[in-house]
């Protein structure tokens, strides 16, 4: 839900983008590769762009994120959790 009105030309339904898949298109208008990966065992992605489209990409997603009540968490807390 938080990536979909930000992404263009990648389908994110589980029948098309299946659990450790790769597919290229848009992310917030910036080419990407985006990796659907789990580390949590939630629905999870890895967005690649760029670097100098990290901050923009990062924003983009962050400001759509709070939309739907996500949480920011660093990888210290992944190897915790």
Known sequence: EILEPLVEGIDLS???FPHMALR???IA???TRLFRVS???ELGFEVNVP???GLEVWEAIWAEGRKHG???YGTEALHVL
């Open 14 to 16: 589980t029948e098309v």
């Open 24 to 26: 290229e298109g848009r």
């Open 29 to 31: 208008g910036v080419p």
């Open 39 to 41: 580390f949590t065992g």
């Open 51 to 53: 670097s100098g489209k």
């Open 70 to 72: 996500a949480t920011v």
